[in-house]
């Protein structure tokens, strides 16, 4: 129908060989590009070159025609002058042409083997400037831009060509050239003649094709993030990487370590988990944010843990008596409950059993023998005091999101060891406080119960620690503090103090070489003599183990030093006169400070955390109204049996010569001097009664006899515990006559055969006997 119209503008025609295009037409006025490669068109173009150079090019309806005929093309093209052609290597030629004007194809006649078109030109009519066609022009200028800039890649030259461009034909072309996608709409515009029908239809079509390029683009960008995500995170990565090498931080190197660290870690399972997950955090993280930090902080405690890697244990137990003897003097009853211990471990292959709780004095060398053991196991050794701990984040950690959180002193200890299956001592464990911040002892029975400590849980590590494997001893001075829960679990070992002439031992066999070593001297260097030893434990220490001994003999060592450094004659010799030219006058004495009987003080004897000592029970009598005092940070129990001590005093006041008025017209004072460990327990109620009933009564008490035991109503005394410790008090203090309950006398058998040699033990079952041994008229 329009080419019906197109006829009827006509007047003349001509003919030009015809160039059938695929998918691929011109616009009058602008340059295109045309590769040709159909010996039908290469012999139309041999035709237009030997000719005008004109050729009239026509899409073709459909592209994969190979050979066109006058219905296969659209019956509209362009005229067109060919301006440049560049044979191609493959028998192709690329033209360069010039549109010239829209042409009718009237016809198609062939013509010594080439096509050629009846064509008809068609002049462009100028349209006269109205209103419409000024709007028209503007409003395809502005989508134009939008359309440019939503699509992008347009130059630069094209855009100011279209914003300069005054024919609305020739702009409507150049729009139609680069803004039209498909030959339908193009051929289209190529045959619509009116300009303004052609502005027109373009504002719809551009108007369209922006909508659809800004769908395409919103697609596109999605399927490109998507796609894009991990690329992103990685490219980004690098270059934040290259950002930090360019700005000198070796982070990266930091991060590779661990990635390497990580890689031969044994750590597994959750733990695994936990730091691939911290270390793709860090990665991501600036190296100078404070998280960064708390990160890092995190992924080295974690692959600083010994996971899975253990020492091999030497179960000789031959071997391990050798060690144990070697380190200790005495304390035979400990070392072999310990080798016993570790020949059940050589038979079941792993030393999980009792946790061993040894139990003593400070100084008796509780730490010592733990050490020893691990050195007999070949076991590495970690000890952690736990005196005053009263926060349970001490032992457990704190959560990450604490500032400066770090883990617990349970794990720490396990870093420093270095292995899963150390030796691992807990000292002191009956100094555990507990307060408003948890519970310590808790946290620590999960550590120490095997039910639990496969998986013990730290807070700042967030995933489990195997303990099963380390071997805990724990130490205490005292049973009584220790969290019943705990003391359940362990097997308790008692060491009791030692008496001077194991002391004296453990100073010249052990204490002595060592220091000697320590101070870089040699045996010939100084000579100390047995006496001097003697003197050493007798004046300069007061003690149940040998802490100050050790101390004492290393203050020696320092003063033989000075000596031979002034250049004094060597060896140095420490004899019993010397000591107080080197450590000042003796601090105590053994000898009892009172020696002639006394009214109202007796020696009695108690059992403390640091040992056995003496006390001396003083009790004065005044005129008054019946009170009775207590004084000396006594407990209660200490009080109560003073009590019962008065009332069996006046039940038999008549046998005891004690007016009977007396309760009424007189009061009591009783004091326990040198109190500053308070004292408790019914141990002095021997003792209490004969202080009261000397004080009383006038009758003077020995002070060469010391007491202990339990009194009743009816005066009938009851055995009491530590009687080893508090022996060993009188022995070291001078004391030889002891009281002591009948019931006690199995328990003379742990008193080492020196001292019970030299002791006077008197059995006693009534506090009669006391009463007629102590008190002299
Ligand atoms: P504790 O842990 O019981 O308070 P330590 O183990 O710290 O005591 O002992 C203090 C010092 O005394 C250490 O140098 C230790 O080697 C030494 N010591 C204690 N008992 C003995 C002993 N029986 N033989 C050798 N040295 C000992």
């Known amino acids: 129908m329009q080419d019906k119209k197109w006829h009827e503008a006509g007047e003349g025609s ?45 899409a073709q309806r459909d592209a994969n025609v190979d050979d066109p005929h006058a219905e296969d093309v659209y019956g509209v093209g362009t005229v067109v002058k060919i301006k440049q052609v560049i044979r191609l290597p493959d028998d192709t030629v690329r033209l360069l042409v010039e549109g010239e004007s829209r042409a009718l194809l009237l016809g198609v006649v062939e013509q010594d083997d080439v096509q050629l078109g009846e064509l008809k030109r068609i002049e462009p009519r100028s349209p006269g400037k109205t209103v419409e066609l000024e709007a028209q022009v503007r409003a395809l200028k502005a989508l134009f831009v939008e359309y440019a800039g939503e699509r992008g890649g347009l130059s630069g030259e094209l855009m100011a060509a279209i914003d300069g461009e005054e024919d609305p034909g020739r702009l409507s072309d150049i729009v139609a050239a680069h803004a039209l996608s498909g030959i339908r709409d193009k051929q289209q515009m190529l045959e619509t003649r009116s300009v303004l029908s052609r502005l027109n239809a373009l504002t719809i079509i551009l108007a369209r094709e922006l909508e659809l390029t800004k769908v395409e683009k919103r697609i596109h960008e999605k399927v490109h993030d998507k796609l894009d995500q991990h690329h992103r995170e990685y490219y980004l990565n690098e270059q934040l990487r290259v950002i930090r090498e360019e700005l000198g931080e070796d982070e990266e190197s930091d991060r590779d370590q661990f990635d390497k660290r990580l890689a031969a870690s044994k750590i597994d399972g959750e733990a695994r988990a936990q730091v691939t997950r911290e270390l793709k955090r860090y990665r991501q993280m600036s190296s100078s944010s404070p998280e960064a930090q708390v990160s890092r902080s995190y992924i080295e405690w974690m ?19 050798k060690v144990l003897d070697k380190d200790h003097w005495g304390l035979k009853r400990v070392k072999d409950r310990i080798l016993e211990f570790l020949a059940v471990g050589a038979i079941k292959g792993d030393l999980k059993g009792p946790i061993l709780c040894l139990v003593g004095p400070p100084g008796v060398g509780k730490t010592s023998i733990a050490r020893s053991v691990a050195r007999a196991l070949k076991r590495k050794f970690v000890r952690l005091s736990l005196g005053g701990l009263r926060d349970e984040a001490e032992i457990r950690g704190h959560r990450r999101t604490y500032i400066g959180a770090i883990p617990g002193r349970i794990i720490s200890s396990i870093r420093t060891a270095g292995s899963v299956n150390p030796v691992f001592l807990l000292d002191e464990i009956d100094k555990l406080a507990s307060d408003f911040r948890g519970d310590p002892a808790s946290a620590l029975l999960e550590a120490l119960d095997p039910e639990l400590n496969a998986s013990f849980s730290d807070h700042y590590l ?34 009791e103090g030692y008496t001077r002439a194991e002391k004296a031992e453990i100073a010249l066999r052990h204490l002595w070489p060592k220091q000697l070593k320590a101070h870089g001297l040699k045996k010939s260097d100084v000579r100390l003599n047995r006496a001097a030893v003697y003197a050493l434990i007798d004046g300069y220490t007061r003690e149940s183990g040998v802490r100050s001994l050790d101390r004492q003999l290393a203050s020696l060592c320092r003063k033989a030093a000075m000596r031979m450094s002034e250049g004094g004659e060597t060896p140095v010799a420490i004899n019993e006169g010397a000591l107080k030219e080197f450590l000042g006058t003796r601090k105590y004495d053994r000898e009892p400070p009172l020696k002639m009987p006394e009214r109202g003080v007796v020696n009695g004897l108690a059992w403390t955390p640091f040992g056995g000592e003496t006390l001396s029970i003083e009790v004065a009598v005044m005129p008054g109204s019946g009170a009775v005092d207590l004084t000396g940070q006594l407990g209660d129990v200490m009080k109560e049996s003073a009590r019962a001590a008065y009332a069996y005093i006046r039940s038999r006041a008549e046998a005891l010569g004690i007016p009977d008025d007396f309760h009424k017209s007189h009061d009591l004072h009783i004091h326990v001097p040198e109190g500053a460990t308070p004292k408790d327990g019914p141990s002095a109620g021997v003792a209490m009664t004969c202080a009261m009933v000397s004080a009383i009564t006038g009758r003077l008490a020995r002070q060469d006899v010391a007491m202990t035991g339990e009194i009743t109503l009816l005066g009938t005394v009851l055995p009491i515990g530590g009687v080893k410790e508090k022996l060993l008090a009188a022995h070291r203090m001078g004391i030889f006559t002891v009281l002591l309950p009948g019931g006690n006398e199995k328990d003379l058998e742990d008193v080492p055969g020196d001292v019970r040699k030299q002791l006077k033990v008197d059995l006693i079952h009534k506090v009669d006997q006391a009463l007629n041994t102590v008190l002299t008229n």
């Open 14 to 58: 001509e003919r030009l060989p015809l160039l059938p295009l695929r998918g691929l037409l011109a616009y009058p006025n602008m340059m295109l590009k045309i590769d040709v490669g159909r010996v039908k068109s290469l012999t139309a173009i041999e035709r237009a070159l030997n000719a005008d150079q004109r050729v009239l090019v026509v």
């Open 462 to 495: 967030e995933a489990p620690f195997d303990l099963s494997e380390v071997l805990f001893i724990t130490t205490a001075n005292s049973l009584d503090t220790i969290p019943a829960p705990l003391l359940d679990r362990m097997e308790v070992i008692e060491i």
């Open 303 to 321: 692959l600083d843990l010994p996971w899975g890697s253990r020492t091999r244990d030497r179960y000789d137990v031959p071997g391990a008596r």
